[in-house]
């Protein structure tokens, strides 16, 4: 599910406040931040580098030793037809960022502009798009991705896209909003009435203050993404193996829960830290970015 | 207004043979059908009509109730649909009143003690929880429940007669569901309290000597609630999407396998009827959500 | 989660009928009828035997047939001349009186048991049904209805009547197969004229035998009833005893785990399972499991039309590659037998004892792909969904011919594209993996790989003219060691063209509760009308 957190706007004037080492400290400073990022680094590492960093091949097949849990060889134990449970999940976090980033990206690109569109242009534009991003919103994500994939079949990129256009809405709003109270800002209104154009209102002033609550969304966002494109895997949609997707790893062991429960349980552990660790990083960014939120409901 | 979400969202589905790249029927169907059922498929989909008239089609037909075939087997969407529905309502329901039951004095007692250390608890993990997915809590709950424990059974409905049977089964798919959302919504019902608990009439029933829980319970919840009941609506939109996960794991049948079969089979009007269907109930759960929020809050009232 | 291989191919399933045959796992269960409360309660009016299925149900016309759950439906329903003993591979006498077959082997004179009625008050069985339902199979009736099983009764020349209750099968040539699986099987029943005229294409969802049984309800991929015939002649009383049941019902169910959850729910008393599933009954209280073996076969197949398979060294280094071993053990729990060959140990004729079963050997397959100049080599692995596990299979296989060097793409399709015939979709078919079901006579599991089966189901492209021959030869033998030996000419040189990996010759696994005793045809099929109960 998306975390559907939208934020009013708190204007501010484009400071260095934010910026570099000193949100760093400012992250830190709580144990959530501490662990939000640990895992946030550990994971883009890992995803990085996980054909060095892995002990064996993900797809060397070892049937004797298959089902086991962790040994000596195998340090989180084996999966059904015997490979190595920690060399596929390393894999896996690397196929788990390679859909849940871009989609999430993608998502910020078209609602920002949408946002954009809508707060900017106001009228009939913005009452079209709201209702556009309402419908989008009707469907849970799960549910949007099973229509699409249905026809479209197997295919990474078409997870991607759909999953960025379930993350549209809750972008879109927070852009949005933010734009109409930048709008409605007098300071604003005075540069509009000196000549100021559109541009460079928005650079200046919406840009840096829709940012924070962006970043804060991203963050939260990326587990959802991850969850649901692991999801999907588990259904037998999106990926073919031998892709070590998370969801793959997941439904694998499940058929075999009754042997060995360990691929379900390190599978589940890993996904749980993830959706945590970047939800615990949200949130702390959005402590120390200073944005308020309020539930938006659709 | 949600009379024109879901009129967008029914002419999308209408419409999305032909938004996505590439032959409708070879999307449906794919590459290599063969020319009897490739006729079969245009019929049933109404593609030989023209695109707005295959809009209409689709619109009054869902108004009336027919939502096509399935091409297997050639019996009525919406029969399958109705037939696989109950079972996954009761899960979406029985969640939802686990997860608001639980809410309840957690958000409490959260907001009585403020700073303790359920609040503190609380207020960490009820957003952790509800990022993560449905499916793994579900799965845990398996093994632990009932590989590990042989407490509960693993898989089906249960026996529809025998109402233990079913409750039995029913038991940790809501459970896995509840727990989701049971944190989140205390955590929001809290900060709804916190506010209300500042409220002068409060202090004033407290000076006329109302018990504690009593305040807490009857006067602060009653107006704490309206701000909640508006979530329960896209928590129940929520639940129908995860339910497909949670009735997959535990092996029930629902509206959740009957959609992740027609996928996997390639039966698209079993999946189209079945994302309508969900996208209703979506919005009807919100209207309601919205209306109940009117109908207790009277103040929302005036500002309509 | 796949069944046990599919149906045997051919005209018997156009694409449709596949189709119909993969509907929703579990949405039977799903529909109005659990809901309403037909999860079975103790009923101590009426003995109700429930059955699953693991394909769904098409047509129950023994002209069109789809598959094997048509197959265990027709049981209960039809009867022919001459059927198999339940648990036997001999026959004994159902509807025939008498039945003598010539000296040359060309004419069969039989007589008609007397009175034996047919279902739906269509009166007697005469020698005219059974000159109408043999005749309309073979196509010699017109109009020619263009039966799937044709070529079971192509040897037919005419079904002369001799006599209300008698008359000669009269045969062009000899045609070995005719005794086996002509007869004694679903070709070989005995439907009543009057009524397939009176219901014309409707016969298949109402249909009209001689069994012991009669259908009461169909529904697709739902359930099928049948209720006991009340006026049944008892042709088969000579070698089975009364039947128990007042009704049997028989439900499809697609996915085996939703099976496993019917079965633990007490809707289902027993049926057909996948490996995986039927461990969980094996020593569980109140519950009994069992195998036993079919004439089916699993393996992995090479087109060698293909440009990527054309070189018999790369076919037979990806022979040597892969690991059978490893797959019956993890894809299939160890619940099949290893193949040797296409012939099973417990087909009547023509199994090759000393087949060679190939070990696994890298190095060799990285010599033989060296000698091909094939070290960059992609192959596709194709599979379908409604095959047994394919993904386990499918990523061993990978596997095994990643460690010789050879990469290759997995692609598990459903069912509807992966049975596609001919044309485009054979061009670009290489490797894959299938299986195909089986009769008690080896002609059929030969007669897909014939030439004249290329661009149909001989997916292999596999075209020998000796191997044709053979075939021919073969089927028209009177000489059982003759044709023994032809078969196992015959696999023999589909050996040295190594086009194909033999897997497994699959068992079907069985699970059910405890108290129903089950009675097995000898190709595998549940005869539900013979099922007991434990005292």
Known sequence: MSADLAAAPAPRVAGPASHGLNLMRRIVAAPSGVFGLVVAVVLVVVAIFAPVLAPHSYTALDIEHRLEGPSSTYWLGTDNLGRDLLSRLMVGARVALQIAAPAVLLGVVLGLALGLAAGYLGGNVDRVIVVVLDAIQSFPAVVLALAVLALLGSSTWDVVLVLAVAFVPSFGRVTRTSVQAIQALPYVDAERNLGAGPLRIIGRHVLPNVMPPLIVLTAMNLPAAVGIESGLAFLGLGVQPPTPDWGVILSDGFGRIRDSPWPVLWTCAVLALTTLGFTFLGERLRDVLDVRTTEVRS | MAILVLLIVMVFLALLLHILPGNPVTLMLGPRADPALIELARQQMDLNSSVPAQVWHFLTGAVRGDLGRDFLTQRPVSELIVGALPNTLILALTSLALAVAAAIPLAVLSAARQGGWLDRILGTMSVGIISIPSYVIGMVLLLLATVWLGWLPAIGTGSVTDPLDYLAHLVLPALSLAMIWAGYLARLLRSALLEVLGQDYIRAARAYGLAEWRIHYQLALRNAIPSVVALIGVALGDLMGSAIFIEVIFTRNGLGTLLYNATTQRDYPTVRGGVVLIAVLFVLANLLADLANRAINPRLREVR | ?535
Not at chain 3, 131 to 148: D, F, M, Q, V, W
Not at chain 3, 160 to 183: E, W
Not at chain 3, 318 to 328: G, T
Not at chain 3, 482 to 501: C, E
């Open chain 3, 1 to 535: 989660m796949p069944p046990v291989p599919t149906a045997p191919p051919g005209p018997l399933l156009r694409r449709r009928g596949f189709l119909a045959a993969l509907a929703a796992a579990g949405c039977g269960l799903a529909s109005a009828p659990l809901l309403a409360g037909c999860g079975r309660a103790a009923d101590t009016r009426s003995k109700t035997l429930v059955l699953r299925l693991d394909v769904d149900m098409g047509n129950l016309d023994p002209a069109f047939a789809t598959g094997r759950s048509d197959y265990e439906i027709m049981e209960c329903l039809y009867e022919g001349l001459r059927n198999y003993r339940p648990g036997s591979l001999d026959t004994a006498s159902t509807l025939a009186d008498e039945f003598e077959v010539s000296q040359d082997g060309l004419e069969i004179k039989f007589s008609l048991k007397r009175g034996i009625p047919f279902h739906a008050g269509y009166g007697e069985v005469t020698a005219a049904d059974v000159k109408y339902s043999y005749e309309r199979i073979a196509g010699i009736t017109t109009p020619n209805i263009n039966s799937s099983y044709q070529s079971d009764w192509s040897a037919l020349a005419e079904v002369r009547v001799t006599g209300t209750y008698s008359g000669v099968i009269r045969l062009k040539h000899l045609f070995a197969p005719l005794y086996r699986t002509t007869l004694p099987l679903e070709r070989g029943y005995v439907v009543s004229q009057r009524a397939v005229l009176d219901r014309g294409s409707g016969f298949g969802t109402a249909p009209v035998g001689t069994g012991p049984y009669e259908l009461v309800a169909w529904e697709p991929r739902n359930r099928a009833v049948l209720r006991r015939f009340a006026d049944y002649g008892g042709a088969r009383y000579g070698y089975a005893d009364k039947v128990l049941w007042d009704e049997i019902h028989f439900r499809p169910v697609l996915d085996s785990s939703s099976a496993a959850i019917a079965l633990t729910a007490g809707e289902i008393d027993f049926g057909p399972f996948a490996p995986l599933d039927n461990k969980r009954f094996a020593g569980e209280q109140g519950y009994q499991t069992m195998e036993h073996p079919t004439f089916d076969y699993s393996m992995l197949g090479m087109n060698v039309n293909h440009a990527n398979l054309r070189d018999i060294r790369v076919r037979q280094a990806i022979r040597s590659a892969v690991d059978a071993d490893a797959i019956l053990a993890a894809a299939f729990d160890g619940a099949y037998r290893r193949a040797s060959a296409i012939i099973p140990p417990n087909m009547p004729i023509g199994h090759w004892d000393d087949a060679p079963v190939p070990k696994r050997d890298v190095d060799g397959a990285r010599r033989l792909l060296a000698e091909a100049g094939a070290r960059d080599l992609q192959i596709a692995l194709t599979s379908s969904t409604d095959q047994e596990n394919p993904r386990d299979v499918c990523q061993i296989v990978q596997a095994n011919l990643a460690d010789a060097g050879l990469r290759c793409t997995i692609d598990i399709q459903d069912a509807g594209s992966f049975w596609t015939l001919g044309g485009q979709a054979q061009e670009q078919r290489q490797l894959f993996y299938c299986g195909f079901s089986g009769l008690p006579d080896p002609y059929w599991s030969m007669v897909w790989f014939t030439s004249d089966q290329l661009n149909q189901w001989n997916f292999q492209s596999y075209s020998d003219a000796t191997f044709d021959s053979l075939q021919q030869q073969a089927l028209q033998s009177p000489d059982n060691g003759l044709r023994q030996a032809d078969y196992v000419a015959m696999q023999r040189r589909w050996d040295a063209a190594a086009n194909t990996v033999w897997l497994a010759w699959p068992q079907v696994l069985f699970a059910g509760r405890d108290g129903v005793v089950p009675s097995i045809r000898v190709d595998g099929r549940m005869l539900a009308w013979n099922f007991r109960e434990r005292a």
